[in-house]
């Protein structure tokens, strides 16, 4: 299933094979020539999404190494039959609590973390809930990068409802009233699927 316009994946694909290149080539001719396909990447990428061309290099030339996905976490909190939501202060628009895992976390302690942090809940994760590949599901903005997203049921342990630097509210929100979401971080049908997760505690993992 397309999604996202077949130009941001093939951009994407072209600067994995120039930031794969630069991290083997010794070769100054091999460096040079995955630095222009960086260009090409960055170009294609800006032009499309109408970003600065130096802003979209800037964010290439800071990635290093082997190029692979990003990964984000999202904690999924139910209360009977309503889902915990904050609202980000970027977009003013709602969200499931979580952001990108850390460096020396287990994905476990990552949500757990976002959570605690953006909506100041303790909790643990009880369940992988499902592993979306981003550029498969309606997210808007595009992102330059490849993502990953896996979304967790928690239960909560402790803490309390408070807001963060990066949310100003959380809230829990009924499935047929949910709030305009910001749908850069979760979209309206992954909302409405982890519902089902809810109704259906039997079911496995959901995966791309």
Not at 36 to 47: F, G, K, L, P, W
Not at 163 to 187: D, Q
Request: aromatic letters at 12%; charged letters at 25%; proline letters at 5%.
């Amino acid at each position: 299933m397309e999604i996202e316009p077949r130009w941001i994946g093939w951009a994407r694909r072209l600067q994995a094979i120039s930031q794969n290149g630069l991290t083997f080539a010794q070769n100054p001719y091999d460096i040079e020539r995955y630095q222009a396909v960086r260009q090409i990447a960055a170009e294609m990428m800006a032009s499309g999404s109408g970003t600065d061309l130096e802003r979209v290099l800037e964010w290439l030339s800071s990635e290093q190494g082997y190029a692979t996905p990003k990964v984000d976490v999202r904690g999924t909190i139910f209360r009977d039959d309503t889902v915990l939501l904050v609202r980000e202060r970027s977009d003013n628009r709602w969200t499931l609590p979580g952001g990108w895992a850390d460096v020396g976390e287990s994905p476990r302690e990552s949500v757990v973390r976002e959570v605690y942090e953006e909506s100041g809940f303790q909790t643990t994760a009880v369940k992988l809930l499902a592993v979306y590949d981003r550029s498969k599901h309606p997210h808007y903005p595009l992102f330059p990068y490849h993502v990953y997203k896996m979304f967790f049921l928690c239960d909560i342990t402790g803490g309390e409802a408070k807001g963060s630097m990066e949310t100003t509210e959380v809230a829990f929100f009924r499935r047929n009233e949910l709030p305009e979401l910001s749908t850069s971080r979760v979209t309206p049908a992954q909302i409405e699927q982890l519902f089902e997760h809810q109704a259906h505690p039997e079911w496995q993992t959901d995966f791309d």
